[in-house]
């Protein structure tokens, strides 16, 4: 089966830096791979998604990178704000089946 | 209201109990999922369904069984709660075909067996 590796399991960034989450996936028919935001207390959500057909998305201040030959992606998230202090979790999939999902990152923005 | 709710959202028992976790949900969606998360594993998948007459095991399903009632509701059952089943279980729903195949958590309910 797929095997999602993420890193770094913590992150703690400066408010208004970048923040980078990467993520490598084992399975090659994999061609589904979205970051879910956890906040704490709450179940994951869906902050954007990147499929296999696209090398890099972008929505405003987040963006996923993904690199297929290497099977990594990574979470890009700019100009940080405190409320983006979360759990961050990437995941694998191929056309939207069974998900596996990475680790985990606990990302904390130091106002 | 919430689109996926779960009860009890905590709940502590004893080894050797059986316990039922519910999910139900309003976004009529056909699949849904129930999954595990430890501090440090991530989400793991227990079972899911993708639709009412199907029922399939995911990566840890030792120990829990699952049942598919309806559309709307999806029960996810330990015969004998062991101590390592202390956990936070998600139940979750998706539609691929409105094209992304997004998941949707409920809030979770967190399992504490002594």
């Known amino acids: 089966g797929e095997n999602v590796e993420q890193h770094p399991s913590t992150l703690s960034v400066q408010e208004g830096d970048s923040a980078v989450i990467k993520c490598t996936y084992s399975?090659?028919?994999?061609?589904?791979f979205p970051w879910y935001k956890q906040e704490l207390g709450k179940g994951p959500q869906l902050i954007i998604d990147?499929?296999?057909?696209?090398g890099e998305k972008k929505d405003q201040r987040i963006a996923v990178t993904l690199n297929k030959t290497a099977k990594h992606f990574s979470l890009h998230i700019t100009e940080t704000q405190p409320e983006d202090s979360a759990v961050y979790f990437c995941?694998?999939?191929?056309?939207?089946?069974?998900?596996?999902f990475g680790t985990g990152t606990s990302l904390t923005v130091i106002p | 209201d919430a689109d996926v709710t779960q009860t009890p959202r905590n709940r502590i028992t004893k080894t050797g109990k059986r316990i039922m976790l519910e999910c139900s949900q309003t976004?009529?969606?056909?699949?849904m999922y129930w999954y595990r998360q430890d501090p440090g594993l991530g989400l793991r998948l227990i079972y899911y369904?993708?639709?009412?007459?199907?029922?399939n095991k995911g990566e840890i399903s030792d120990g829990y069984s699952v049942s598919r009632q309806a559309q709307a509701k999806f029960s996810l059952s330990l015969e004998s709660a062991i101590p390592n089943q202390t956990a936070l279980y998600f139940c979750?729903?998706?539609?691929?075909?409105?094209?992304?195949?997004?998941?949707?958590f409920g809030e979770g309910s967190r399992l504490t067996v002594l």
């Open positions: 979750a729903t998706s539609d691929p075909g409105q094209g992304t195949g997004e998941l949707f």
């Open positions: 399975d090659s028919a994999s061609n589904y």
């Open positions: 990147i499929r296999s057909n696209v």
């Open positions: 995941a694998a999939s191929r056309a939207g089946n069974q998900f596996y």
């Open positions: 976004k009529g969606h056909d699949r």
């Open positions: 369904s993708f639709d009412v007459k199907d029922i």
